[in-house]
């Protein structure tokens, strides 16, 4: 690596380029996922699925995070992600929604019927 | 953030509804407020009328541990979880035993095992199982452009973590 005279964003993209996932599908707020991430239980290495409602993305290369929205026993649960993360190992997209807004934050003050989206067919 | 006078919501079948904190135990100047794992010395401020013969009653102060805040600090993977409320779940006097039979709603996986294992079994669901300072194995599925290089040593600190925010895996 060249850590000659540089602007600071080429030393980083420089660096961070060796950690970028590059099938990664296309995903977007609304979007219903399946997030497959490894957690060791003792010595062995074990996917675990959790899905949910992408309810926010925020693009910032290597830190792009989703935040994922899901009700678990009438409590609201969200989590947050980061896509590059080694520790996640698939991310499937199950189904597209039709949403006029970048972050879905409005979801959390409604239940049930209310929180439905509109599919998009594509 | 958990701190003198907050209300949480009550997470078990023990007979309350809401408690208050009145006190954190093991605060430190470096963790000033609670958060999920804190033990806390609450008071009851409500009863809750569906559980018929309740083992805690309004006015009574208990020990309890946080189970989920809505606010949970970073986790090690660069991670957050957050949950709709703040609950706790009540303690015995020594806080190594739950009071209550049944614990409602999802649990943060973040608490510690051993102290907790009880607490952490009666639930029914965790969030986030933990995989600590673990490095998975390089996958086939979402590849990555290089197989990153090993992670670079860290220096050993010597003395207190100072000013260190503690992280929850």
Redesign the interface.
């Given at each position: 690596m060249d850590f000659t005279v540089q602007k600071k964003s080429n030393i980083i993209s420089q660096i961070e380029?060796?950690?970028?996932?590059?099938?990664?599908p296309n995903i977007n707020v609304g979007d219903s996922v399946k997030i497959g991430l490894?957690?060791?239980?003792g010595n062995k290495?074990r996917t675990?699925i959790s899905d949910g409602v992408i309810i926010s993305k925020n693009n910032a290369h290597l830190?792009t995070?989703i935040t994922v929205r899901k009700v678990?026993?009438?409590?609201?649960?969200?989590?947050?992600?980061?896509i590059h993360?080694?520790?996640?190992?698939?991310?499937e997209v199950t189904r597209k929604s039709k949403v006029r807004r970048a972050k879905l934050y409005y979801l959390?003050q409604r239940s049930g019927k209310a929180t439905r989206l509109k599919q998009k067919f594509i | 953030m958990v701190q003198m006078r907050t209300v949480l919501r009550v997470a078990d079948n023990s007979g309350a509804k809401t408690v208050r904190c009145i006190n954190i135990l093991r605060r430190r100047r470096q963790r000033p407020s609670g958060n999920v794992g804190s033990e806390l010395v609450v008071s009851v401020t409500a009863n809750d009328r569906s559980v018929k013969t309740k083992k805690v009653r309004k006015g009574e102060v208990h020990r309890a541990l946080v189970v989920?805040a809505k606010n949970e600090p970073l986790r090690r993977?660069?991670?957050?979880?957050?949950?709709?409320?703040t609950a706790a779940i009540l303690l015995n006097a020594d806080g190594t035993a739950p009071v209550a039979t049944r614990i409602?709603?999802?649990v943060s996986a973040a608490l510690d095992r051993k102290r907790y294992l009880k607490v952490l079994s009666l639930a029914?669901?965790s969030?986030?199982?933990?995989?600590?300072a673990?490095?998975?194995?390089?996958?086939a599925?979402?590849?990555?452009?290089?197989t990153?290089?090993p992670e670079p040593a860290r220096p050993a600190f010597a003395g207190r973590h100072r000013g260190v925010w503690r992280r929850y895996h």
């Open positions: 380029k060796n950690f970028f996932k590059q099938n990664i490894i957690i060791q239980e290495e675990q830190n995070t678990l026993q009438n409590i609201g649960v969200e989590k947050v992600y980061l993360s080694p520790r996640i190992i698939s991310i959390r | 989920r993977d660069g991670g957050f979880v957050r949950t709709g409320d409602r709603g999802p029914r669901v969030l986030f199982s933990t995989a600590a673990h490095t998975p194995k390089p996958r599925g979402l590849a990555h452009a290089e990153p290089g």
